[in-house]
């Protein structure tokens, strides 16, 4: 792939990248996507270390006016083409506190055989995409993420509260001449207009300055997230697309050499282990899979970052503490109380041994509480499981070794349940209905990640 050159659009975020056809008096070749190419020489820093995971083509008929729309969970980036007809492609800012959120732009995209170049338009995540065609066209667009039914949403093309003061004059007016009589589905013509959106919860996946740091290119450290198919791993494949998250048939923690021949394939430079074998009463029945896993497999990523000089984040539990205390700080004594938590223990021993390991002891669950009861006479810490991954983003570039606590401010199980679901019926259960041993109350001193949280705002 030849890449001939980059152009930036008023809003400097979307991208035109040119590349050549090679002719002869056959007709001509073009090499359309090459990932090494396209990374190397485009310079969108929001793609590289991203994979294009879907291929879609659309056939729309003159007069046709398709979205504007745009996807979190996982977040979507589109390389877009025409490969017969003329589309113009739409692209809305929906970042809030960026300094062209609202503002709509449109690119001409016309195809042409006569050309020595076809042309990608880059869209990133945080910006809302539809095309208006003014001939019978065919497109083509790759994606960085998969399409999520859920987690999808569109703008009303025609809403009033849409700026269109940096759209080109000519294509403006192009739109406004086809618009009445544009062929167009009834989802996007009755969609919610910008400030409708605006209000949402969701609209807060959106925001500028985080959404930078969200999409920021990986130059500094390439990141391996074990466990990522669970619950704090799929939060944080949100804020950290970038990062690798093999699936376990890929980086088996029970397989020494399945770990050690994807380090050999993949440079990697930071290690966010959250994997484990985490059932209690599973553990307290047959220790051996949490000795496999938790201790034995902990122990030899361990080794195995060691001898790349990978730096390693590992997910703990409070649970180590024994809980006739609480407001645990990093250095009380631990004294586990139940066999699972002895295994995690384990895991931070290996880690404590390598002089670039962090351990993280924390307590997360669902961001709406799952269960009907919830336990009056037990404290925790625990946060839902989004601002626990949002904290653990933070450290992702932060030099902090030895142990850290995450959490909120201590409260019982049922109160911290009341809080995240208030809206919901729970009941007041005790935690000697429990099937295994739980600690009482494992509340932890968060002091050391807040006042790194001050050094960073300072």
């Known amino acids: 792939m030849k890449v001939l050159n980059i152009k930036e659009l008023i809003i400097p975020e979307i991208k035109i990248i040119r590349f050549a056809r090679f002719r002869d008096d056959r007709g001509y070749f073009t090499e359309q996507y090459r990932k090494s190419d396209l990374l190397e020489n485009s310079g969108i820093s929001s793609l590289q270390g991203q994979e294009l995971v879907q ?17 979190w969970n996982p977040y979507m980036g589109k390389l877009v083409r025409t490969l017969a007809g003329h589309m113009v492609d739409l692209i809305l800012d929906i970042r809030k506190g960026s300094p062209t959120y609202g503002k709509m732009i ?32 065919t497109i083509e667009y790759l994606c960085t993420g998969e399409y999520s039914q859920n987690c999808e949403s569109g703008i009303n093309p025609f809403a009033k ?67 990522g198919s669970g619950l704090l791993g799929s939060e944080l494949k949100l ?35 959250l994997a484990a074998f985490i059932s209690p009463p599973k553990i307290d029945e047959d220790p051996n899979k949490a000795i ?40 009380d004594p631990v004294f586990p109380i139940n066999k699972y938590a002895w295994s995690k223990l384990g895991g931070e021993c290996a880690v404590k041994l390598y002089d670039k390991g962090l351990v993280v002891r924390t307590s ?23 601002e626990i991954a ?35 019926e729970i009941k007041k259960i005790s935690i000697s209905q429990m099937s295994f041993k739980a600690p009482k109350d494992t509340s932890l001193n968060c002091e050391k990640y807040n006042d790194l949280i001050k050094e960073k705002f300072k």
């Open 161 to 227: 509260d849409i700026d269109w003061s940096l759209c080109d004059y000519d294509l403006r007016q192009k739109f406004e001449i086809i618009r009445y009589s544009a062929i167009i589905s009834d989802k996007d013509r009755t969609a919610q207009s910008l400030n409708e959106w605006a209000s949402k919860k969701d609209s807060n996946n959106f925001i500028y300055e985080e959404l930078k740091e969200k999409m920021k290119n990986v130059d500094e450290q390439r990141i391996l997230v074990t466990g």
């Open 292 to 331: 496999e896993t938790n201790i034995i497999g902990t122990s030899n990523l361990v080794n195995l970052c060691a001898k790349k000089n990978s730096r390693i984040i590992y997910i703990s539990t409070d649970y180590v503490f024994k809980g006739d205390q609480g407001n645990y700080s990093e250095d």
């Open 364 to 386: 997360f669950s669902q961001n709406e509480f799952p269960y009907d009861g919830a336990f009056e006479d037990q404290w925790t810490s625990r946060e839902n499981v989004r």
């Open 390 to 424: 949002k904290k653990i983003n933070i450290l992702l570039n932060k030099d902090v070794k030895g142990t850290i606590h995450l959490g909120g401010h201590r409260k019982t199980v049922y109160e911290y349940a009341k809080l995240i679901s208030p809206e919901k």
């Open 239 to 273: 804020l950290i697309p970038n990062a690798l998250f093999p699936t376990r048939q890929d980086f088996d923690l029970t397989k020494k050499e399945s770990m050690e021949r994807y380090f050999e394939e993949n440079k990697v430079e930071l290690v966010l282990h």
């Open 106 to 137: 449109a690119y001409d995209m016309p195809s042409s055989n006569d050309k020595e170049y076809e042309e990608w338009i880059w869209i990133p995540p945080g910006f809302a995409h539809g095309n208006f065609f003014l001939e019978d066209t």
């Open 55 to 71: 291929a879609n083509q659309s056939f729309s008929k003159k007069g046709v006016i398709r979205g504007v729309h745009f996807q």
